[in-house]
């Protein structure tokens, strides 16, 4: 059944068919208040299941047209082929985008399938979960298998809520719960490798007649990271072979970092830069309660464990986006043309 819209809402959208006067109104703007409400919010719906770039983009309007051309009593049958279809894009697209290891073959392929070909990809993939959900339940009459999956579950979410808690608490100071992704994530460097492995640190300066330099004994005489300092990365929904940077955790740097555009600027090298890919692991530590953690560097960023590195690659500036609408490249023009220095 079709979602309802609020009477509020409802009210203050013209009647069906009939199209009020809004002089500032684009003609898209007065067709969709023009259309009946139900509508325009199912379609408002099947638009947001989608990734809304790429062949999601296009896969979304596919849906939305699959939907309006059902006749009203199959329309409930296209919407459940609409959540299959997304679940497919979905899974291609977050199964693949933050993983060195994995590629978007799949992702890009959905350009080449109608709709209905993707909906019955989905379905066949949402079956073979239900199937694997099904052999690995116990049975509905074995009460002891039961309790005993229950009360797994139960010690697992109260282990969680613990290290959450704690998290919150301050508890495990500037690091992060260690997760087996970190082994397979994307990580770019900006600059050269350090020749001992291990970057400089954050704004340490230089000593001076005076004495040393104030922010190194701020910091306990620091002056280098515990590793290779890196940015995080995702593949483009857009652009094979581009990457995405991830912003870094800011609110665990050692001082103010205001947003990624500023700490780019910052910390790309001058003139032309040298960006490589770097694979390798995270530098980890233990908590004081004995668990693994991911150390962070002075500015929120990852570091890679040089002795975990496997591979370096050289990437082109031109492959690297500070977001999906934006490109690095263009945020390095713009600071040139204020006159900062690269």
């Known amino acids: 059944m079709a979602p309802r819209i609020s009477r509020k809402y409802r009210a203050w959208l013209p009647e069906r068919g009939r199209v009020l006067p809004f002089p500032n109104a684009s003609i898209q ?33 596919l849906a939305v047209e699959a939907w309006r051309s059902a006749p009203e009593e199959d329309r409930e049958a296209v919407l459940d082929r609409v959540r299959a279809a997304a679940t497919y894009a979905d899974r291609q697209y977050y199964d693949n985008a933050y993983y ?3 590629t978007m073959d799949g992702w890009f392929q959905m350009d080449g399938l109608t709709f209905d070909e993707i909906a019955r990809l989905g379905g066949e993939m949402i079956a073979h979960w239900q199937a694997e959900e099904a052999a690995r339940l116990p049975s509905p009459d074995d009460e002891e298998a039961w309790e005993r999956l229950e009360a797994e ?4 979410e ?18 992060l719960r260690y997760q087996p992704d970190f082994e397979r994530y994307i990580y770019v460097r900006f600059g050269r490798m350090p020749k001992d492995g291990y970057s400089h640190f954050g704004l340490a300066g230089e000593d001076t007649e005076d004495g040393p330099d104030p922010w ?12 290779t300092s890196v ?3 995702y593949h483009h929904p857009e652009h094979p072979g581009h990457f995405v940077l991830v912003s870094p955790h800011y609110d ?7 947003a990624l555009d500023g700490h780019l600027l910052a910390v790309v090298p001058e003139g032309d830069p040298t960006i490589l890919r770097v694979d390798g692991s995270p530098v980890t530590c233990k908590g004081r309660d004995g668990t693994v953690r991911v150390e962070l560097g002075s ?11 496997t591979a370096v690659e050289e990437l082109a500036p031109d492959r690297i986006w500070v977001s999906e609408g934006g490109r690095l490249e263009d945020l390095l023009a713009r600071r040139s043309s204020h006159g900062m220095p690269l």
């Open 100 to 102: 060195r290891d994995r």
């Open 153 to 156: 579950e139960a010690k697992r």
């Open 216 to 227: 190194r004994l701020e910091t306990g005489g620091k002056w280098r990271e515990s590793g």
């Open 29 to 61: 703007q007065v067709r969709i208040m023009s259309r009946d409400p139900d509508d325009v919010a199912v379609e408002w719906d099947i638009r947001g299941r989608f990734i809304s770039r790429g062949p999601g983009a296009r896969l979304a309007e």
């Open 299 to 309: 500015d929120g960023e990852y570091l890679i464990d040089p002795r975990t590195i």
């Open 252 to 258: 665990m740097a050692m001082y103010g970092v205001d």
């Open 231 to 233: 940015f995080r990365a």
């Open 158 to 175: 109260a282990e969680e809520d613990r290290v959450r808690h704690l998290e919150d608490e301050g508890f495990y100071g500037r690091t």
